[in-house]
């Protein structure tokens, strides 16, 4: 919360947001309390509605930053990189693994626990309310978050999807040409 309230003054009407997956639904948040020119949400979500589901994955983010509050942060890195959504990320395993590697442990963990899916709230019945243009990205390979894009544009009055094909959960690194030419707004 307090690191929303610290960007909400910095975002106005000119704004454009990008959220790459748990970004996402952070720049959605941002884009639902104030009014911003366009937003872009990859791989993103707008939340769990059921309450049970939501309760299972806070159990399933605090496992994970107890590994970091120990200090494992290569167990964690081998478990995030188990996560089905990122199989297709395996081909940049290496270098991935080398950045993950030089997170901090406590910033992750604090993240997991504050800003995880379980954590914050579903926006789907806000969707209808946002006025701002929005660009849904995901991999035509991420099957889950590719239904959800689809929901999502369902819903949201102003919405264009791209779905990119060859990408799982991470279509700028898995295929960035076409990731950058789903940039484009109605072709501007």
């Known amino acids: 919360e307090a690191c929303l309230d610290a960007l909400e003054p910095l975002i106005d009407e000119r704004t454009t947001l990008f959220g790459y997956s748990m970004g996402a639904r952070i720049a959605l948040d941002l884009a639902l309390r104030r009014p911003v020119a366009r937003l872009v949400l990859e791989s993103g979500t707008a939340g769990i509605e059921d309450e049970a589901e939501r309760v299972r994955r806070r159990a399933d983010d605090e496992e994970l930053a107890r590994l970091l509050d120990k200090g494992d942060?290569?167990?964690?890195?081998?478990?995030?990189?188990?996560?089905?959504?990122?199989?297709?990320?395996?081909?940049?395993?290496d270098s991935l693994r080398a950045e993950r590697l030089r997170h901090r442990p406590a910033g992750l963990a604090s993240a997991l626990r504050k800003l995880g899916t379980g954590a914050q709230p579903s926006y789907w019945a806000q969707l209808s309310s946002l006025r701002a243009p929005v660009t849904l990205i995901?991999?035509?390979?991420?099957?889950?978050?590719?239904?959800?894009?689809?929901?999502?544009?369902?819903?949201?009055?102003?919405?264009?999807?791209?779905?990119?094909?060859?990408?799982?959960?991470?279509?700028?690194?898995?295929?960035?040409?076409?990731?950058?030419?789903?940039?484009?707004?109605?072709?501007?």
């Not at 942060?73 to 395993?93: G, K, N, Q, T």
């Not at 544009?153 to 264009?160: G, R, V, Y």
């Not at 779905?163 to 690194?173: M, N, V």
């Open 73 to 93: 942060m290569l167990e964690f890195v081998r478990r995030w990189e188990r996560h089905p959504a990122l199989a297709s990320l395996r081909d940049f395993a």
């Open 138 to 188: 995901a991999g035509e390979r991420d099957e889950k978050f590719a239904a959800i894009a689809r929901r999502m544009h369902s819903l949201l009055p102003q919405s264009e999807l791209r779905l990119i094909d060859g990408a799982g959960h991470a279509p700028h690194i898995e295929q960035p040409q076409s990731f950058l030419g789903a940039l484009r707004w109605n072709g501007s």
